[in-house]
């Protein structure tokens, strides 16, 4: 959560001032893409002030692109950067602005895996969770301290802060996110068998080394994840 509080942080005045906050949080879900995508794309490009991307064609693009393709809205742009880091993580901007790193895209055997990685990155943003997250985390320090004085940003925001601050993901969002992965992988001819077979040796990887990774460590424990896809 620290990653976010300190992106948030960085562009809360813009994103404010822009109004894109209210929007992403009040507005249809169309007003919403076009807002979250704002907000994202400010973040996003924080972010890669701070990581490297890594030069060597993956097949990231790609799986992403088939991904993509089946939502339903196709407001979305999404878009996913692979960066050079030697940790084992992926995470979502709000907007579509998925980020993997090397490392874990190249634990993934093939393509069906790794699409079950990026789907479930991708099912945070398009079901909300990126925004709440970040709303959660970023915006915390900023309405306690303009509380007393109701400035226009609390009176405008306030209805939200009680369910969003300090709120990451839950792990009935987690589940939810494998769930809508895994369906999303079968829309797009991905095999949604292999979600279970990358859980499953993550599992035994763990059993060897209690903590694969802060990624994997931030989710529900593995076994559960593997039993609430086995009975969907």
Known sequence: MSFFYRLGRKAAPHLLRAKWW???LAGDEDERIKAEFNIGMLLAQQNLEELTVYPEATPVPVVMARLADRLVNKNWAVSCTVTDSSHQHAFALPGGFVFISYT??????????????????LAHVVKGHAMQRLAASSTAGIFQKSAARRTPVIQ?????????????????????ADAYAVRLMKSARFDSRAAVALLKRLHEVERDLPIISPYFAAHPPLEDRIRALQQT
Not at 104 to 121: I, K, P, S, T, W
Not at 156 to 176: A, H, R, S, T, V
């Open 104 to 121: 874990l895209a190249q634990m993934c055997r093939n393509d069906d895996e790794l699409a079950f990685v990026l789907g479930h990155e």
């Open 156 to 176: 405008l925001l306030g209805p939200f802060i009680g369910n969003l601050l300090e709120k990451g993901y839950q792990e009935d969002q987690e589940f939810d």
């Open 22 to 24: 209210y929007t992403a």
